[in-house]
């Protein structure tokens, strides 16, 4: 820590403070008669003790400031991400990796610890910070997400090289090659795996609908590749539960063959259906994993339609359209509002974007007919419902947005909620905000670092027909910014179909409700939520509420709901893929209400399809950041790389503090002591 004074009064200032200093003592001890009798040394130590707290009282007044530079060393950062997905594990080298691999790595990060700091990193289908060993359990690989994880949790640190251990097999996120060269530090890849090739038939890919209609009939692709087969054949069969319900021959004609084998069915029934796509094993097929996949289908009898009008063409009319569609389960009709001369009543919800006073006849069409409306960038902040906006006329705030935490209409996924803090302003309208009676806001405004109670997207419902109103210009930014972070457009997607399916949704007016997904992946965590009213249909939460799930073989699961605010949640965490029934049970004073239902964990397959090592991969990554890749017998010479790279040294930090000479409380403390002792000394010697 280094230390300086700096001044900015003028010199003359610092002798006057002397000169007072020297006054005041002097007036106080020299040749003062009442000292006659007080000894020649006391009388020079006591004007001392008051010289020096006068002129310490007098600096005070001056601008006197003192300077601290402290430094602090960091040593580098050596990350170790290591591959938890389960194709790490599905070679012959499995034992070696699990046992004598691991240790050979912890051995590695002790001996660099002496030099540089070490964290650990896991990653597959996501990316967790943890000092545990890895157990190889993860059903997806993400290496694209590894990087964007490091970006934003060690930024601005000094990160001296990342170590990758990995088979370089990737299933999920986009390619890593591109990713990695955003980073400003070089990747060490620890390679693992057998990079040759194998006899191999696999089931690639399905694709399918994931929602059909009843009495409609519906595709499905099958895309099957075989490698060092050629000359031979394969049988595709498809299955729902034991019964075979069609199959091809594929003829295979190349050594890298791919073909798609095309199926058709008929909806005749409603609900869940499971469907079972095997492909033959041949003589000398090494890995028979990713000859089965399955899939499922939900027929359902109707299709909602939602009519979409506007005032004006916009950028947010594409945004929501195409975030509607992406759900199957809707149909939108598009008008500008001018034009639309057709009846509301097959509507199951009308969104009106750029509502204006004149559109009051259709909010009245839609109370009439009881069909719930959404009202998206108002250009008036009148006769809004749900919320009353005393606005001073084009006067607007750039709005940015946070969750309101205790939103209880319908459930968002974690990533939105995180997501959402970083969505782009809109333009609101600027006033005071009253919230009516009943009203939900989701979605609240945040001005500069202010988070305020003034919604942007808010939920209300009046006389049983629910309506909402997004308040706010420029959604389609969302949906772009969703894009530039993601790659996709899936959390704005959310937002936007799970607003969608509350309003459009048929009431419920039974006394317990259960919210439960119908199809969910294994690696996905299962949470169910409930609802319990009374008489009045007033939200309670005092009787308790039961779970049985059962699996395909008949073992039961007990569970107890936990209680939120007004409702109930399970979180049932992750099961094994699989069909399940669930029976829930709840008794309200007395009386019994119960709720089946079922729901079809996805069994992910992506680790079984390729268990080629690519080792390319890891080359590419390690080359474009200026890295170098290792194999496992090869740790003492990573460790050789790293100590010897002049790149990965220590940096050291400065910061100044610049405190005021009245900020010193020791000063404080020393000038009572010296007042302390100089009235200590007075009053023994002297009559002063």
């Known amino acids: 820590m280094f230390s300086k004074i700096i001044v900015n009064s003028p010199w003359y200032f610092f002798l006057l403070s002397l000169l007072i200093g020297l006054v005041a003592s002097t007036l106080l001890y020299y040749k003062n008669k009442k000292n006659t009798e007080v ?18 009282i007098t600096l005070f007044l001056l601008s006197v400031f003192l300077k601290q530079v402290k430094n602090e060393t960091q040593n580098p950062i050596i990350l170790f991400a290591i591959d938890n997905s389960s194709s790490m594990v599905m070679q012959k080298d499995s034992l070696e990796v699990k046992k004598d691999l691991l240790a050979k790595l912890a051995n590695l990060k002790n001996s660099i610890s002496k030099n540089f700091e070490v964290k650990s990193i896991l990653f597959g289908d996501k990316t967790t910070s943890s000092s545990n060993d890895p157990n190889f359990n993860d059903k997806e690989t993400d290496i694209s997400n590894l990087i964007s994880e490091i970006e934003n949790n060690f ?16 299933n999920k996120g986009s390619n890593p090659i591109y990713a990695a060269e955003k980073l400003n530090f070089p990747i060490y890849p620890i390679a693992l795996g057998d990079t040759s090739e194998i006899k191999d038939v696999a089931i690639q890919k399905i694709n399918h609908n994931q929602v059909a209609y009843l009495g409609n009939s519906f595709p499905a692709e099958v895309i099957v590749s075989a490698k060092n087969f050629k000359g031979k054949e394969a049988v595709v069969s498809l299955f729902q539960g034991q019964t075979e319900k069609a199959k091809q021959t594929v003829k295979i004609n190349s050594d890298n063959f791919l073909a798609t084998c095309n199926f058709t069915f008929n909806a005749n029934t409603v609900g869940l259906l499971k469907y079972t796509v095997k492909v033959s ?28 009008l506007a005032t004006t063409p916009h950028p947010d009319i594409a945004a929501i359209k195409e975030a509607i569609l992406n759900s199957t389960s809707y149909e939108v009709d598009y008008s500008l509002s001018s034009e639309f001369k ?54 607007f705030n750039d709005a940015e947005s946070y969750l309101n935490n205790s939103f209880g209409l319908f459930t968002i996924s974690d990533e939105l909620k ?68 993601h790659t996709n457009h899936n959390l704005f997607n959310e937002l936007i179909t799970k607003s969608v ?117 890891l080359f590419s990554m390690a080359k474009r950041t200026g890295g170098r890749l290792f194999y496992k017998n090869e740790l003492d010479k990573l460790e050789s790389e790293l100590l010897k790279n002049d790149q990965i040294k220590p ?29 200590y000394f007075r009053k023994r010697y002297t009559s002063i």
């Open 281 to 308: 094993v041949l003589d000398g097929e090494k890995n028979s994993l990713n000859n089965q996949q399955s899939f499922v289908v939900d027929v359902i009898d109707n299709k909602e339609k939602i009519l979409l």
């Open 418 to 485: 995180k997501f959402a803090k970083e969505l782009p302003a809109v333009k609101t309208f600027f006033g005071n905000y009253v919230l009516g009676n009943g009203s939900n806001v989701l979605i609240k405004q945040r001005i500069g670092s202010v988070e305020t109670e003034n919604p942007i997207l808010i939920f209300s419902e009046m006389s049983g027909l629910k309506n909402s109103v997004f308040i706010g210009d420029g959604l389609w930014k969302w949906r772009m910014r969703d894009f530039a972070e």
């Open 39 to 56: 000894p020649k040394n006391v009388i020079y130590f006591l004007f001392v003790l008051r010289f020096f707290s006068i002129t310490l």
């Open 342 to 395: 057709k009846p509301i009543k097959p509507y199951s919800l009308i969104i009106l974007h750029g509502a204006l006073t004149n559109q009051n006849t259709i909010i009245n069409d839609c109370k009439i007919n009881a069909i719930p409306f959404w009202i998206i960038n108002p250009l008036s902040a009148e006769n809004l419902p749900g919320v009353k906006i005393n606005s001073a006329i084009n006067k």
């Open 651 to 679: 940096i050291t930090y400065s910061q100044n503090n610049t405190t005021s000479l009245i900020d010193l409380k020791w000063l404080f403390w020393l000038i009572l002591i010296f007042l302390s002792i100089e009235w």
């Open 501 to 617: 399916q509350y309003l459009a949704v048929k009431s419920d007016k039974s006394f317990f409700r259960i919210s439960s997904p119908k199809t969910i992946n294994e690696n996905e965590a299962i949470e169910i939520d409930a609802e319990v009213y009374n008489k009045s249909y007033e939200l309670i939460t005092e009787p308790d509420v039961t779970l049985t799930l059962s699996n395909s073989e008949g073992k039961k699961f007990n569970y107890t709901f936990g209680k939120t605010t007004n409702a109930y949640k399970l979180s049932i965490g992750l099961l094994p893929f699989g069909e399940y029934k669930y029976e829930a049970k709840v008794k309200v004073n007395g009386e019994l209400f119960v709720k089946h239902g079922s729901l079809i964990v996805k069994e992910i397959v992506s680790e079984k399809i390729n268990t080629v090592a690519d080792h390319q991969l």
């Open 155 to 170: 930024s601005n640190q000094n990160i001296g090289a990342l170590i990758i251990v990995s088979d370089g097999i990737y």
